[in-house]
Each structure stands twice: as structure tokens, then as C-alpha cells.
């Protein structure tokens, strides 16, 4: 199966978030990416659809967005 | 594994999550409850936390609100 991605800012509701995912997926099949660290990254889940943190994108190109953590903008700020 | 609930009620965005959700996790894993057409669940929903739906219920009791489909109070109305 192709990886899901989950997109975070290491907020405290993406941590918690991110464990349940992991737990539920399995972490061999999701990459985790920082957005706040890896700025980089920023516009290519922009263009996936995330509007906010923690979300999941999965490998059918669909967003999941989890509880809410931070807009895109404020992980930009 | 013990199972996750995924809560929903039939709205689009409930459609479209519940399928991501079921590929993601395995339908073996998930029980999925219609809180628009299953009212008598909406109690439990509530006290495990589901404030909007669809909602998935992980085994260790935590609440992930995925994107956001209708709020309980619209559920009920």
C-alpha cells in the first residue's frame, strides 16, 4: 500500500493525533512531516489540500483533517 | 485489536471519510454507526467526547474529528 502522509506542527493536539494514527495505521505506513520545522514542505500540502494541522493525507490523494491544531497560515507565521 | 467507531450521519463529507477510514484501518476494525438514523447512540457519542461527526472513536478511548461533516446539536435537530 502506498504511505499516507500525516502533516503536523507539534502542537499538543498533533501529538496526540499523530499517536492515534500511528497506532490505528501502522507507522510503516505513514510518513510524518513537521510543517513548523520543514517549511519546505508547506506547498506541496498546500496543493494536497491541507488547510490545517494535523491532517492526513491518504494515498487516494483525499485530506482527512484531524481535530484542529493551527491553520496553514499560522504555521506559516 | 479492540475496535475503533467511527461515527457519522450520512452527510457527504461523513460518505467520503468513512470510505478513507475503512481502506486506512480495515472495515474488520471498525464498527460504523449512523447517529442520524441510530439516535439512541448519540448519547454515548457524546460522553465518549464526539462533539461533531464523523468522528472516529479509537480503542484507547480518544475522539479524532475529521474534517467536519455536521455538528451533534444538527444531528439531534
Redesign the interface.
Known sequence: MAK?IFYHAGCPVCV??EH??L???GSD?VEVVHVGENKNRIPEAEKAGVKSVPA?L?P?G?V?????GASMADVKG
Chains 1, 2 share one sequence.
Request: glycine share 0%; proline share 0%; aromatic share 6%.
Open positions: 499516507s496526540s493525533a492515534d494514527i497506532n490505528l495505521i505506513n492526513l491518504t487516494n483525499h482527512l483533517h484531524i481535530n484542529f
